[in-house]
Nanobody, 116 residues
Framework: QVQLVESGGGLVQPGGSLRLACAAS????????VGWYRQAPGKQREMVAT???????NYLDTVKGRFTISRDNAKNSVYLQMNSLKPEDTAVYYC??????????WGQGTQVTVSS
């Protein structure tokens, strides 16, 4: 079993920055794809960024150049540095750890609100 605990959300003004962190328990973190997803009110959950075992990354088009995902296998942690935040980035952000369809884990979510 894997437990994911997110931190770092909050209220920030447009143009500001936040850094999300996700700490994982268990022993599959370093062999799993890990990432961040978000869900805004009335919208479906969408992938924001993922990082593979080799360090390869994928980003949602609308966050490219503004967000950076990184992982630290020694700390069983994944991070999301978010810069130049926009109101449309407002959502609940979820950490995900994916090994296969049977071993797919989610955190409880952390609220990010971008507003003046």
């Amino acid at each position: 079993q894997v437990q994911l605990v997110e931190s770092g959300g909050g209220l920030v003004q447009p143009g500001g920055s936040l850094r999300l962190a996700c700490a994982a328990s268990g022993n599959i973190f370093r062999i799993a794809v890990v990432g961040w997803y978000r869900q805004a009110p009335g919208k479906q959950r969408e992938m924001v960024a993922t990082v593979g075992v080799s360090g390869s990354t994928n980003y949602l088009d609308t966050v490219k150049g503004r967000f950076t995902i990184s992982r630290d296998n020694a700390k069983n942690s994944v991070y999301l540095q978010m810069n130049s935040l926009k109101p449309e980035d407002t959502a609940v952000y979820y950490c995900n750890c994916h090994l296969n369809s049977y071993r797919d884990y989610w955190g409880q979510g952390t609220q990010v609100t971008v507003s003046s």
